[in-house]
């Protein structure tokens, strides 16, 4: 019997571990789910991400004793404790093999690599295969240099995409006769009403990515960036946990675009799925960025630290119509529009002038779908500290992206219901008296004086 331990890769098709575990030996295995609250903690993974991963092991207990896997889950309170409380496992269950798929941040790769020392020492066969990625195996220039720009990364990544027969080798064809998991975690009522639009089964997930590739891939790359319209996929807590492969996500783009006898690899929206892989990537190559550091080291800006501002930012009350929408969106629901994300990063960073770990943790903390690589390449290309970021100096005008990609104020109104009755022009910048009657709060900052500030001290930094 081999054994397979999940961790970040929650699902049981398209699973190259779980798949080769099948059919190594015996062609039996058993799946193994171990907590590390105290860790998830230490990573700031927010209590409503918790909750999902949770909810998610307990339908893969139940998945996976419909096709005859046992399921168990143990715990421990930190990856420092894993070798040990695995070695255990092991001697105790006679396990001689144990399956899983890389991970790419320093402490996950830490932990693996403590792992697999202790567990050969004790003559157990550690197989640690792929990352979870679309293209697993290092994207390297011509120079066998890491990519540090997304555009010629990506470019090169196209040419790497495996032969798509390849993915089918991860189906599991194996039946064997079902068998009841005990369920792992007990799950938390109060959660319900905000984790209700997240399904948890196999099925229900596949469903909205076949929905969203049926009804809306064509229009993504006019859409994405207007939040009023729902037009993305909202996959990423299920792309986070693994819960969806990416090469799942590939196949049925290969399938939608082949009925139209169309390119798949043109697809727009592939190259998003693209940057999930890059982010990952950067955590191997540079894996300075995984201990807080920037990843542009020559860039050595002192960041302000007023936690009046920071306080006001959390909670949706700038002052700024459109910050306030897409913060307040955060605490309510844990999730967020990807053009509002780098709205409101810009504006924690170049206008309130706040470290961008700062924001970083606040959005793990919150995030359904908080990711460490995602979250932190994403801080870090608004804070200009970044692989790939943007321009220091090029800093978005929250009125003009709003009147930009919320024109109508549609947005701005799910979440500012107190700015309802403005008409579409003012409620991107109410005037004094308006906010005064929609008791809506004055900017807490300049826009103009505080951009002009960050470009100065951005580039005294560099001299
Ligand atoms: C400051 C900031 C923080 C972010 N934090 C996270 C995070 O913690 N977790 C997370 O998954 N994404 C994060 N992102 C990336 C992006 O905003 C979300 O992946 C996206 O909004 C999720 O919505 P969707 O599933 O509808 O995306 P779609 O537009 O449908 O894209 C499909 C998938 O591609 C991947 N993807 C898309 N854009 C990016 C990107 N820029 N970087 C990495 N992967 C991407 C995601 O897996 C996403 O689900 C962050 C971006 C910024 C600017």
Avoid at 99 to 104: I, V
Avoid at 116 to 124: A, G, V, Y
Avoid at 219 to 234: F, G, V
Wanted: hydrophobic content about 35%; overall charge positive.
């Amino acid at each position: 019997m081999n054994l397979v331990w999940l961790r970040r890769d929650l699902r049981i098709q398209d699973h190259p571990a779980l798949a080769k575990a099948l059919e190594d030996n015996t062609c039996k295995a058993q799946i193994l789910y171990i907590a590390t609250e105290k860790q998830w903690k230490k990573h700031n993974e927010s209590d409503i991400s918790i909750e999902f991963r949770k909810r998610r092991v307990n339908q893969l207990a139940i998945e996976s004793g419909s096709i005859g896997i046992k399921f168990e889950k143990t715990s421990c309170e930190t990856f420092k404790n894993i070798p040990e409380l695995l070695l255990n496992y092991c001697m105790k269950n006679k396990f001689r093999n144990v399956y899983f798929l890389k991970e790419t941040p320093f402490d996950e790769t830490q932990r693996d690599e403590d792992v697999i020392s202790t567990l050969t020492q004790h003559s157990i066969e550690v197989h640690a295969l792929d990352y979870d990625l679309i293209v697993s195996q290092p994207v390297l220039s011509q120079n066998y240099q890491p990519y540090k720009v997304f555009t010629p990364y990506y470019k090169k990544w196209l040419t790497m995409i495996e032969n798509p027969k390849q993915w089918l080798k991860y189906k599991i064809r194996k039946s064997l006769k079902p068998i009841t998991n005990a369920i792992p975690f007990e799950t938390d009522v109060k959660f319900d009403s905000k984790l209700s639009n997240w399904q948890i089964s196999s099925y229900e997930i596949h469903q909205k990515l076949e929905n969203f590739c049926n009804n809306k891939i064509e229009n993504y790359q006019q859409d994405r960036d207007y939040p009023a319209l729902n037009s993305t996929s909202m996959l990423s807590p299920y792309l986070s946990f693994g819960m969806l492969g990416p090469r799942q996500c590939l196949n049925i783009i290969k399938k939608t675009y082949d009925k139209k006898n169309k390119d798949w690899k043109q697809d727009f929206w592939l190259r998003e799925l693209s940057w999930r892989d890059f982010y990952r990537q950067i955590m191997i190559h540079f894996p300075h960025v995984s201990k807080n550091k920037n990843f542009n080291r020559t860039i050595n800006v002192h960041w302000d630290y007023r936690p009046d501002l920071i306080e006001k930012w959390q909670n949706g009350e700038t002052g700024f119509p459109i910050i306030d929408a897409a913060m307040r969106q955060l605490k309510e629901t844990g999730w967020m529009h990807n053009r509002l994300r780098m709205i409101v990063a810009v504006f924690f960073t170049k206008i309130l002038f706040q470290d961008w770990r700062v924001g970083e943790k606040w959005f793990m903390e919150n995030l359904v779908d908080g990711e460490f690589a995602a979250n932190n390449g994403g801080w870090q290309w608004s804070a200009s500290t970044g692989c790939d970021a943007v321009p220091y100096f090029r800093i978005f005008n929250p009125y003009l992206q709003s009147q930009k990609f919320d024109s109508e104020g549609t947005y701005i109104r799910r979440y500012v219901p107190e700015l309802m009755n403005l008409s579409n022009k003012e409620i991107h910048n109410p005037t004094k008296s308006s906010r005064k009657i929609c008791h809506y709060p004055e900017e807490i900052v300049d826009y103009k004086s505080a951009k002009n500030r960050t470009i100065h001290l951005f580039k005294q930094s560099a001299t």
